[in-house]
């Protein structure tokens, strides 16, 4: 994997706390959705949740753990495809990384 131009890491890395704040406010909601669904009792709506918020704890290290410049561009592409990093957000990095992660963009 090649490593991030050092403008693009530090626009990357001033975007993660925001991305993930929007992972965790997606996922919160998602956990509220599921409580609130009246099918099953409230032992299977509990075990619903807890499965989601397992597997949402994977996802969340995969995407914002142990961030590094080798890793910045494949996490950049995971985060954008979630749809964490905005499109108006994609303009602060370089033409050229932009154009990698988005290239239809």
């Known amino acids: ?3 991030i131009r050092e403008s693009d ?3 990357l890395r001033g975007l993660t706390d925001v991305a993930m ?3 965790f406010v997606e996922t919160l909601r998602e956990a509220e959705e599921k ?3 009246t099918g099953g009792d409230s032992r299977e709506r509990f075990w619903r949740v807890h499965s989601m918020m397992l597997e ?3 996802e969340a290290a995969e995407l914002f753990d142990n ?3 080798s890793k ?3 996490r950049l592409m995971m985060m954008r495809s979630r749809g964490l990093i905005t499109d108006d957000e994609m303009k602060k990095f370089s033409p050229d990384l932009a154009a990698r992660i988005d290239p239809l963009g």
Do not use: G, H, N, T
Request: net charge positive; hydrophobic share 45%; proline share 0%.
């Open 35 to 37: 409580l609130r669904d």
């Open 9 to 11: 890491w530090k626009v």
């Open 56 to 58: 949402r704890r994977k």
């Open 67 to 69: 961030l590094s410049r």
């Open 21 to 23: 704040e929007r992972f």
């Open 72 to 74: 910045a561009i494949i």
């Open 1 to 3: 994997m090649q490593d």
